[in-house]
């Protein structure tokens, strides 16, 4: 994460008042809080802080310190359906625990239940992992994600029936044909 006013530096936290990004140049502290510079500018012409947007303030992208708006709390099918995947996207790097279920057996569990928190925590943790430009942009994007999770399931559902029906086409030709699985090739396909 990086300052809001200065793009090269780390930010170290978020202002309290206006939710900006602040790097230890920015960055002041009050009451044990932390304030950005234009904050406290305006604090100390006006004597109030700058007005609150109707919407409150975007604290997204400041990691453990933002406050998670009600309305993107819940279910997150880009995440269950992607896991891994939505995860690089969205900059939540503990979905790439995902890849474990590549692992039998345990492997299996530990993608499952990743799959599983990825759904329940993945609006909280993207909120937090990432700078988004209001609530609205984080649906949209969040709904992007579903519709490319549920295109991806689809097309595996597909390929799985297209596999069974060659395999049972296949069974099915050699059937006719008499072809054992126990006979020789060379009794099938006589010497030329």
Known sequence: MKCSIHPDRDAIGACL????????ECKVSAANQIYCNPCIETRLKTGSWPAVPAGGYNTSGTGSTADVPAEIRGWNWGGFLLTWI????????I????LLSFI??????IGLTMRIILGIKGNEWAWRSKKWDSVDHFKQVQRKWTWWGIAGL????????AVAVLLFSLFMIA???GIDKNMNLEEFFPKL
Request: hydrophobic share 55%; proline share 5%.
């Open 17 to 24: 008042s206006c939710g900006r990004l602040v790097c230890p």
């Open 86 to 93: 939505w995860g690089i996207g969205n900059n939540v790097w």
């Open 95 to 98: 979905s790439l625990l995902a």
């Open 104 to 109: 039998p057996y345990i492997g299996w569990i």
């Open 154 to 161: 689809a097309a595996l559902i597909i390929l799985v029936l």
């Open 175 to 177: 059937s006719y044909l």
